[in-house]
């Protein structure tokens, strides 16, 4: 199995949920942003508290489920914000 090492930041909730703000994980190829998402819920038990499909980015644009992810993308997990 072929993996690749992705980049992650945890934003605000996620951040202090996890106890990082952010890190490296290999995840196997094909790489997308569901898998990510579920690299970091199997190195997390805390994450088994986030959202099913969390917000996400990768290099600053706002990612789909299925997107893709590169080697050197960075994945962030985004917490719902509130404003008014």
Known sequence: MTT???RLRYLARYAELLGVEGEELA??????????????????PAA????????????????LWGD????GDEVALLPPVAGG
């Not at 898998?35 to 970091?40: E, G, L, M, N, Q």
């Not at 088994?48 to 990612?63: G, H, I, T």
């Open 4 to 6: 690749l090492t992705v």
């Open 27 to 44: 995840v196997a190829e094909p790489v997308t942003v569901e898998r990510v998402v579920d690299a970091v819920r199997a190195k997390h």
């Open 48 to 63: 088994s508290q986030l959202p099913a499909k969390p917000l996400c980015a990768v290099n600053f644009r706002q990612a």
């Open 68 to 71: 893709r992810v590169a080697a």
